[in-house]
């Protein structure tokens, strides 16, 4: 759906992009992860045709975007980090003057609005003042404006951000709900977490550089080689440390308070076999578990070189 080949915007000698690369195929919800200042921004303006690529090629369903900007304004739906409302007009006015914008017909205006408002959950404000809505509502409306075209591929620039966790929790699953309708999802965000859980696949963005992207698990493969496994015992530590160095795929221990932590290159029946070992040689052992890394541990590793330049 959405194809970015060698991307690059230069402002003098300054890359706010730089030979980026990016395909994300449709159906897809792409998390683009990255400092301030690191080109998401950037790259999702130029995506839209609101600025102009140094060179490079960006295609949106088969279309080349940068050569046919105005055909590709019907595929895409765009909401900026900072966006405008009209605040004294009503809920539905908002959405009728976007819908004309795109010159939609009077007769299917009012079901479009009605369908839209009932997806982001504004039924009930149909009526109301713009400027009465909650920061939370406002971006859903914003969203719903996004959407007034029916676009195949959405490209949301921080569409939680300043949202309380309700209201993140909120635009989460109209996100879900809309990538099960088949919509094609391109989101930028600071809130990591948030990210892992609702997105196929992520990119890590750093000085215009696309640093790593893939899945969640892929990424985590490529940063952490190895598992890393925990384990509590309530006494005998050092015989319990003696166990472990007993198996080839096990290394790297370290020892606390009653807690043994070490890398591990085995695989679900190794696992087993040194829990079971451990017990049977009389270790009590308190917890057992493997760690998972998390999207906030693998921004910090793979942007840390950018920020000590």
């Not at 609005?113 to 859903?140: C, F, P, T, W």
Request: aromatic share 8%.
């Amino acid at each position: 759906m959405l194809e970015i080949k060698s991307l690059y915007k230069r402002y003098g000698k300054f890359y706010a992009v730089e030979d980026l690369n990016l395909s994300i195929p449709e159906g897809e919800i792409f998390g683009f992860v990255g400092p301030n200042g690191a080109g998401k921004s950037t790259t999702m303006k130029i995506i839209c045709g609101l600025l102009t690529a140094t060179s490079g090629e960006v295609y949106i369903d088969g279309v080349d975007a940068l050569r046919q900007n105005k055909k590709i304004k019907e595929k895409i739906g765009y909401m900026p980090d900072f966006f405008g409302v009209y605040d004294d007009l009503r809920v539905d006015e908002y959405l009728d003057f976007y819908a004309s914008v795109y010159k939609i017909k009077e007769e299917n205006k009012k079901k479009i609005i009605d369908d839209l408002l009932e997806l982001v959950d504004l039924s009930h404000k149909k009526e109301a003042y713009v400027d009465n809505l909650s920061r939370g509502m406002k971006q859903r409306l914003c969203l719903a404006r996004s959407l007034i075209h029916n676009p195949k591929i959405l490209i949301l620039d921080e569409p939680a951000s300043g949202l309380d966790p309700r209201a993140r929790v909120e635009m989460k699953a109209i996100l879900r709900n809309l990538k099960d309708m088949g919509k094609t999802i391109l989101i930028s965000s600071h809130i990591l977490s948030e990210l892992a859980e609702m997105c196929t696949s992520i990119g890590i963005i750093d000085n215009g550089k696309m640093v790593i992207s893939g899945t969640v698990a892929d990424i985590m493969q490529q940063i952490y080689s190895k598992k890393l496994i925990k384990l509590k015992v309530n006494d005998k530590l050092e015989e319990a440390v003696t166990i472990l160095k007993e198996f080839p795929f096990i290394d790297k221990i370290t020892t606390g308070e009653n807690l043994i932590q070490c890398g591990f290159d085995g695989g679900d029946e190794d696992m087993s076999r040194v829990l079971n070992t451990l017990i049977t040689r009389g270790i009590p052992v308190a917890t057992f578990a493997q760690l998972d890394g998390n999207l906030e541990d693998v921004f910090m590793k793979v942007t840390k070189g950018g920020e000590e330049k």
